[in-house]
């Protein structure tokens, strides 16, 4: 065969009657030509075959089945450090880990959007909860889109998969549900939390909507004197199991807070009461943990008849849920808890069916 320039090639019909193609496509580390070779039963088989990898060429993706899955996915994870907050990054370790458990070595050119169907429809099986379900798929997505950025495959097959199926069987038992405060609850909680630090801390929150990690990184000069107000401008991060000192979780979570007449005692409490350096400031450490705040979070609440186990968290939802039925416009309620947009927000609302009772009452025809 006559020496061709990149790009060019032949077609040949072979003695046992099948068809040949060779096609020219760069050189080697070596400096020699690479020759790609594709064989068929027809010629129009080998033809279509030489078309699709001229597409591939002109996409600039180069399909190496040298490249596995799991390799792909810790380059992916290296250059992505820079992009995210260290607790967020130190957090999709155990993701991680479970994709590359399963599709290890596989060449990340052949994962089509049915083998990431079956991994899902296993996490299922295996009682994974739906939280962790979509932190698996986000990833997936993050990492394919990553090796369609450098012309590793042609299409995400994360995107084009589904997202859950069977949600009948999703595990729903031993994961506590978001939900907010009933009015009865509030009024249990701010009389019978005790008069200390998560006492008053959870009262906090209730009132500002303040998340934990903002709340734990509060220093004295972040409250008002008369604890009208609440500056928010840092937050305590667990980056492997250790708290650290970080930023807020979003540029929109930088942001000062009001705080309700019957809940600034709370405020001043802390104010009075907390560390020198920090409010919430341990003894032997330089921070104070999450994990540590919400354990005696569920100690101070298992002492109140009539509140339910609701995590740290849904002091947040209560929040937005009151700010709601008080009339509080959808964009406000976003501004006070440091959301980016008020699709986010939705999600924290729980509205009471005498809310809507209420709501539905514009339309009552008077009675003539």
Request: aromatic letters at 8%.
């Amino acid at each position: 065969m006559a020496k061709r320039s990149n790009g060019e090639g032949s077609i040949r019909k072979l003695p046992s009657g099948s068809w040949r193609a060779e096609i020219m496509d760069g050189f080697t580390a070596e400096g020699k030509r690479n020759i790609v070779r594709f064989s068929g039963k027809t010629k129009a088989e080998v033809l279509e075959k030489l078309r699709e990898h001229q597409r591939r060429i002109d996409l600039n993706v180069h399909l190496d089945k040298n490249i596995g899955f799991s390799s792909w996915a810790d380059m992916w994870y290296a250059d992505y450090e820079t992009q995210v907050q260290p607790s967020t990054y130190a957090g999709y370790k155990y993701t991680l880990k479970l994709l590359k458990k399963h599709f290890g070595q596989t060449p990340i050119c052949n994962i089509l959007p049915i083998h990431v169907n079956r991994y899902t429809d296993k996490l299922v099986e295996q009682g994974y909860s739906v939280s962790q379900l979509r932190k698996c798929r986000a990833m997936m997505i993050q990492i394919f889109y990553a090796a369609e950025d450098n012309g590793l495959i042609v299409k995400n097959p994360a995107v084009r998969a589904k997202k859950i199926r069977k949600k009948d069987k999703l595990p729903t038992q031993n994961h506590r549900k978001k939900d907010a405060f009933t009015d009865e609850e509030i009024v249990r909680l701010n009389h019978d939390l005790p008069e200390d630090l998560i006492g008053n801390g959870t009262r906090a929150m209730l009132g500002t909507g303040m998340r934990v990690q903002e709340l734990l990184a509060l220093t004295r000069d972040d409250i008002a004197a008369d604890g009208a107000t609440v500056k928010i401008n840092k937050a305590i991060e667990m980056v492997n199991g250790q708290p650290q000192l970080d930023v807020p979780k979003s540029e929109c979570s930088y942001r000062v807070i009001p705080v309700p007449t019957q809940y600034r005692k709370a405020l001043v409490f802390l104010r009075e009461n907390g560390g020198v350096d920090r409010i919430y400031q341990p003894g032997d450490k330089l921070y104070y943990g999450v994990g540590s705040f919400r354990r005696r979070y569920y100690t101070a609440l298992k002492k109140i008849e009539g509140v339910r186990m609701l995590t740290p968290h849904c002091c947040r939802h209560t929040y937005a849920t009151q700010l709601e039925m008080k009339g509080v416009p959808l964009q406000m309620i976003a501004k006070l808890m440091g959301h980016a947009s008020v699709e986010t927000t939705g999600e924290y609302l729980h509205t009471y069916f005498e809310t809507l009772l209420d709501a539905v009452s514009v339309l009552n025809q008077e009675e003539s």
